[in-house]
């Protein structure tokens, strides 16, 4: 985990905050440095680099006492100054000549290094190039070619895979969702190969080719389009390699959690504003689908008396000494007039009420 600083005035804590991860991160930006000895070649490729790079990188030509694998602190001073989370550094010495070191930073710390030697003899710069040339932030095309890229396992894993991390990372330039067809330009291609050192080693090649997308006619509706070197013309021969730490690397990779409501399946919003949503059912049984009650399907009013062989009724333990009688009997003392009504107020039974008429009213004895 990288140590969190600590602001001492309001100053410092702005600039803090300009440098707090963001939810959509702003283009790297790249710097140029070059040491106390460097070869008029190196010079010429950082120059060309900063123009493909272009203008989300920064050339500084003062010369700087740097060995970025011995002492990486005064890359890190320069990274978090400048606020650059790429580097490229170029040196010149007899033991390794025209050297190119690609630096990449994660919080102001060195996250990873991979040092290039440039072949002299095959180098081109841009001007060597005739014809046209892409403009000023332009997004390229990169493509990698050979199974060294695909195969990251084994003994070359970590060069092969730190050259194409970075160097993806170092041209890719800012994220976008669309890109117009007008603004593919031109096209960068590493390919990965080997060849046989002096001491009878083989070392680890990746060649670097830039060509620019020209399109013409075609006679049909798409135009035909046709690629033409535009420089530069860069073989590396990879040398000292320092890989990511596991935890920084796990650090630089996360991601923040998303600011986006999520999106919530089988509900919508129509046009008036109105929240919709459906709502999935499994297969009903209607074997248990709950009807209207009704009192005449009871079955204790319509309870049959049910014989059996012996002329006992069926179900006698549960009914007890219960007297099966139908409706249609009705004892004559049962049934009062109206006028023989008794109110419990007192008041005649003979005045107009509901009762006159003489219509005859079921009542209960309690016995």
Request: net charge neutral; proline share 3%.
């Amino acid at each position: 985990m990288l140590r969190d600083a600590k602001p001492k005035n309001a100053r410092a804590a702005r600039l803090l905050k300009k440098k707090d991860p963001l939810q959509h991160e702003n283009p790297k930006t790249t710097l140029f440095l070059r040491s106390t000895t460097s070869s008029s070649l190196i010079n010429a490729l950082l120059t060309d680099l900063n123009s493909l790079k272009q203008p989300h990188s920064i050339r500084f030509t003062k010369k700087n006492s740097i060995h970025p694998f011995e002492d990486p602190s005064s890359l890190e001073f320069f990274s978090q100054r400048n606020d650059a989370s790429l580097l490229c550094f170029g040196s010149h010495s007899k033991k390794r000549p025209h050297c190119l070191t690609f630096v990449r930073c994660f919080g102001g710390k060195i996250l990873d290094i991979l040092e290039a030697t440039v072949v002299s003899d095959t180098a081109r710069t841009l001007g060597q190039f005739g014809g046209g040339k892409c403009r000023i932030g332009a997004k390229p095309l990169l493509s990698f070619s050979g199974t060294q890229f695909e195969n990251l396992e084994g003994d070359q894993r970590g060069k092969f895979a730190v050259a194409k991390s970075i160097f993806l990372d170092f041209f890719r330039g800012g994220e976008t969702k669309e890109v117009d067809v007008e603004g593919l330009q031109y096209m960068i291609n590493f390919s990965a190969g080997e060849v046989d050192g002096v001491d009878c080693t083989r070392t680890e090649m990746v060649y670097m080719r830039c060509w620019k997308l020209v399109t013409k006619r075609s006679g049909q509706k798409l135009p035909r389009v046709e690629l033409e070197e535009m420089g530069p013309r860069i073989d590396f021969r990879l040398g000292r390699v320092t890989e990511a730490n596991e935890s920084m690397l796990k650090e630089a990779l996360r991601r923040s959690e998303s600011t986006e409501a999520k999106v919530k399946k089988n509900v919508k919003t129509d046009i008036v504003g109105d929240k919709m949503g459906r709502i999935h059912l499994g297969r009903q049984d209607l074997a248990e689908l709950q009807t209207r009650k009704m009192k005449g399907l009871k079955s204790g009013r319509n309870l049959e008396a049910r014989v059996d062989e012996r002329g006992d009724i069926e179900g006698e333990s549960d009914l007890g000494d219960m007297e099966i009688v139908s409706e249609n009997e009705v004892e004559d003392d049962d049934i009062i007039a109206a006028g023989d009504y008794d109110d419990s107020d007192g008041s005649d039974a003979g005045d107009d009420s509901e009762h006159a008429g003489g219509v005859p009213v079921k009542k209960r004895r309690l016995e």
